[in-house]
């Protein structure tokens, strides 16, 4: 965190997707992973941006801090957007130092989930290995563990005026 | 963290601080107190003087 004088009394509200474990030892990491699968995000947890250059994320001219959409609008409109079962999708909210780009997108030092989004894409349930007794996470078991609702994409405002949460 | 190619141009560094964190709704009801974990006292009973008949 940081010394200097609040700008804003408030979270951020953002929309942003994961990547679900794809794989036993992926769910043993946690359930919710980037695109990429490089970062996990801690079950249930706040999230915490740090950097491999050593100073404070996010920071002007490099690529660390947790990433997400200003709007559930921006995040439908962008190519991160769930195209299938294996992603969902979100409400977060960002705290601590943000950047905001022009594009429609926020990075910042800290962030929470706060509810799922309902989507078209539902999960199958299936084993990691056949008759192995251990399945893949299902959309549903994600917000069940999150203990989060699932909300439509057009409840979003509302949501996050709900949480007030700052919204852009 | 996480990578993204950021492009655009973006705003400076701000600074977002929250009264309550993780964020919570806001009808949510606050949390409750807790129950003192002290047994509810009985009110004393004087005892009785006897007094000289």
Redesign the interface.
Known sequence: MTDRAPDYIGAIAGARAWRMAPSLWAKMGGLLWSHAMLNVWPDCEEIAAECDAGHPAPAEGCSCGVYAWQSAERLLRSPYAPQDHKHIAGVVAGRGRVIRGETGYWVAERAVVLAFFDDDYPSPVKEVMPDSGVYLPTKEEVAEVYRVPVIKHSDFDDFCDEYELIRF | ???????????????????E???????EPSPRREASPEPRREPSRRKREKTPA
């Open positions: 963290m996480v990578r993204m190619v950021r492009h655009g141009r973006e705003k400076k560094e701000e600074i977002f601080e929250p009264v964190w993780p964020p919570r709704r806001r009808s």
